[in-house]
Structure formats: C-alpha cells, structure tokens
C-alpha cells in the first residue's frame, strides 16, 4: 500500500510563534498559529486537517461498501466538526453525510454506514477520540 507524507514547521513560543504545515500531494504552505486552533484567527489547524482527512476516508470507504453490495452512490457529503476541549483534547469528531444512493432502503444503507463508520482507516486511527458521532441523510 501507498505511504503519504506529510510536514509542519512551528517557529517560537506557543501563543507568540507560528507554524506552517505542508501535504506531500499539494504545493504551498498552510499557515497556523495558537489562535487558528484556540480562538477565532481564520488560518488552518491540525483538527481541521483531520476533520477533512475523517470526512473523506468516510465517504469513499462508505462509497465502496454501497458499490460492493449493488447500490452505486451518485454522490456522498460528508462534513466534520472536530471538537477541542480541555487538555487539549480531541473529545468529539461528528461527521454529517448526506448520501444520494438510487434503489437502497434505509435500512441496508444504515448496516453499510455502521460498518463504514468502524471500519474506515481514519476512523480506526482515531480510536482515541472520545466520541465519533456520525449523522446520515439517505436520499434515492
């Protein structure tokens, strides 16, 4: 299997430094700072980096158990709001996916989304997480 990389710079003290994070795959820095984590600065985080990595290991490994039982998906949306508490602690991943899967029932699309749920890699690595709540909205 493949092996993804990923890096991040943090220059000086904690509230007063800076940091920029960089994927393998994508060209530029992402910039952060202790306020795009703790407070309101609108510049990217490590949770919100997370969130997006969760939120698309779902859908795709959500994608391919819905193929692999005959329901094809014509598109999966999945959200993720990652919560930072005290500690810090990453306490609670919700993720929100809508899903337009034609011909299923309700309940095979839920027995697939559990199990997609469990079973996706990011998923699995963040079994630490305190709580993952996951939301589904079936359309067909």
């Known amino acids: 299997m493949a092996i993804k990389n990923a890096e991040a710079t943090w220059k000086g003290t904690l509230k007063e430094g800076a940091g920029s994070m960089k994927l393998g795959s994508a060209g530029g820095d992402m910039p952060f700072t202790w306020a795009s984590r703790f407070a309101d600065e609108h510049k990217t985080n490590p949770e919100e980096l997370m969130g997006a990595a969760h939120a698309g290991c779902f859908s795709m490994f959500l994608s391919a158990q819905l193929g692999k039982a005959g329901f094809p998906p014509t598109t999966i949306h999945t959200t993720a ?26 309940a095979k699309f839920d027995e697939l989304v559990a199990f997609s749920k469990a079973g996706c890699p990011v998923s699995k690595a963040l079994a630490a997480v305190g709580e993952i709540v996951l939301h589904t909205t079936l359309k067909n």
């Open 81 to 106: 709001h990652v919560h930072l508490t005290d500690g810090p602690t990453i306490s609670k991943i919700e993720l929100n996916c809508e899903a337009l899967v034609p011909g299923i029932d309700q």
